[in-house]
């Protein structure tokens, strides 16, 4: 592998392309008029322009994104994740051009991308599955095929992911709405409106296996993630390993990981995702299976001590697994930092990045795709960054996660920042209680009611004011004798600064 093109964007791009440098390999970015001054173009050695079309359809372009790899003498294509990264027919594409795709085969893709032919693979290696049922667009038909799985259920895109093509229903009547709501949104996002019914498992855990195959049976498990923290199936906060499993699920869960995987050569980075009730011991059912690298890999990396986009990479280029897995050390967790607004519904957030300032320390990472003087668009997926703290304990990594939080500083555009660190410090965190439903349950605003942030826009006068009202926000509190906060606001934490750079002390 000499020329490696990165056909994604954000921070996964910067990412990618930075393990592909230190392994000496020559790299192409590409990217959307949207993001000419974005961050990743700057991290390769080429960067392509896809064109100034509609901003999100670029990188869904297979034969532009192939183009630009022939152009720039590209030898292999990374899809990051997103976009083009579980998509088969891109996969093969790639293939047909004579380029390595840096993933699974366009089969493995296939078999596992399709929900409903997974959970038939899943049986077949005779891992637990959940009651399900196929749709066939009669409305009495598929009321009676409700009434086979039994309420409550959940509608879901066979084609889906990420939480989309996805509703929850507890009762006949609203049967009909979510299952035309489900498609809806399903053909908008995959271009595929088929959608099937599943047993819907009340309060879960989400608990996912990372594997790697060498695309010849050998398949490793690295541990798993739980990835409970959900908003609207949407996962928020992250950690490995699992603190609501013990050894003995867990090596089953590793096991039927590897049964599953070995059966198809899988190759590359993939996850099996679980879910784990609260309601039986050791109760479990495969979800789905991700067929390419997931956000939350690098809690994966912080306790084994591996780099996986490199694996990606080695074993692409024909290099060999490890015999057997490193061995998992302390505890690491991943909090996503997004462009959105808790105190009004988790809007969507844009503006310009003023100042910044990433956390850093024993045990703290972060991937980011920020820079001063960046404009954050809304056309795009949230998320700006991901902060990863790791601890030889897990009450470690969480308070190193909540003073990372504390010191991360964006000014500019409103983020989720000061949500995640009351998430990290609420009570069902520190148990290791939260489910897939905890804060569907509960106003997530609420649990960030007690936050004084405000949106900025890009003048002083704004920024001024925004810094006046926080203060009236702390005085009003103590005043009528309110909690004060539990740590330090933004404002608290910059120091002596001058907008626009200066000198710090």
């Known amino acids: ?67 630009a790899a022939r152009s720039a003498g590209a030898d292999a294509i990374h899809p990051g994740y997103g976009f083009l990264a579980e998509s088969a027919a891109f996969a093969a594409a790639v293939e047909k051009a004579g380029i390595t795709f840096v993933g699974p085969s366009p089969e493995a893709i296939t078999a596992m991308g399709d929900k409903l032919r997974a959970r038939e693979l899943a049986e077949r290696c005779k891992l637990p599955v959940l009651p399900a049922a196929t749709l066939g667009g009669d409305a009495k038909k598929d009321a009676k095929a409700a009434a086979t799985v039994g309420f409550p259920l959940i509608v879901k895109a066979a084609a889906g992911g990420g939480g989309r093509g996805m509703r929850v229903v507890h009762e006949k009547a609203e049967l009909a709405e979510a299952i035309a709501s489900a498609r809806r949104e399903a053909a908008s996002a995959f271009g595929d409106d088929r959608v099937y019914l599943e047993r819907y498992v009340s309060d879960p855990h989400h608990v996912e296996v990372q594997v790697f ?50 059966s198809i050569d899988y ?16 109760e479990h059912f495969f979800l789905e299976m991700n067929t390419r690298l997931q956000v939350e890999h690098p809690v994966t990396e912080a306790v084994f001590g591996v780099d996986l986009v490199r694996w990606q990479l080695e074993t692409a280029a024909g290099g060999k697994l490890p015999d057997v897995a490193p061995t998992p050390r302390g505890h690491a967790i991943e909090s996503r930092v997004c462009a959105e607004d808790p105190s009004r519904g988790f809007l969507p957030t844009a503006g310009t990045v003023h100042r910044l300032e990433h956390p850093s320390g024993p045990g703290i990472r972060v991937d980011s795709c920020l820079y001063e003087g960046l ?51 609420s009570e069902a965190f520190v148990a290791a209680t939260f489910t897939t ?43 009528t004798g309110g909690s004060p906060r539990a740590r330090p606001g933004p404002w608290e934490r910059l120091g002596t600064w001058r907008l626009g750079g200066g000198s710090r002390s």
């Open 267 to 282: 190759r590359g980075a993939g996850t099996v995702e679980f879910i784990v009730s609260t309601a039986g011991e050791g």
């Open 375 to 425: 404009e954050i668009p809304v056309v795009y997926d949230s998320l700006l960054a991901k902060v990863i703290a790791w601890g030889p304990d897990r009450e470690q990594a969480r308070r190193r996660m909540i003073g990372a939080l504390e010191r991360f500083v964006l000014l500019g555009v409103r983020t989720n920042v000061e949500f995640l660190a009351e998430l990290l410090a």
């Open 437 to 479: 439903s905890t804060l569907d349950r509960q106003d997530p605003a609420a649990l960030a009611a007690s936050g004084a942030g405000v949106s900025l826009r890009d003048d002083e006068a704004t920024i001024a004011t925004a810094a006046a009202a926080v203060a009236a926000t702390s005085g009003r509190a103590e005043a």
């Open 1 to 67: 592998m000499k020329r490696l093109l990165v056909a994604n964007r954000g921070e996964i791009a910067c990412r990618i392309l930075t393990t592909a440098r230190e392994l000496g390999i020559d790299t192409v970015a590409v990217y959307s008029d949207a993001d000419r001054l974005a961050l990743h173009p700057t991290y390769a050695d080429r960067a392509i322009a896809l064109g100034p079309d509609d901003p999100m359809p670029v990188y869904l372009d297979v034969e532009r994104v192939i183009d």
């Open 213 to 262: 195959g060498d695309g010849r049976g050998h398949v490793l498990a690295l541990g798993e993630r739980e990835c409970s923290v959900q908003r609207r199936h949407q996962k928020i906060i992250e950690e490995a390993p699992a603190a609501c499993i013990d050894d003995r699920l867990r090596a089953k869960l590793a096991e039927s990981a590897i049964k599953l995987c070995s």
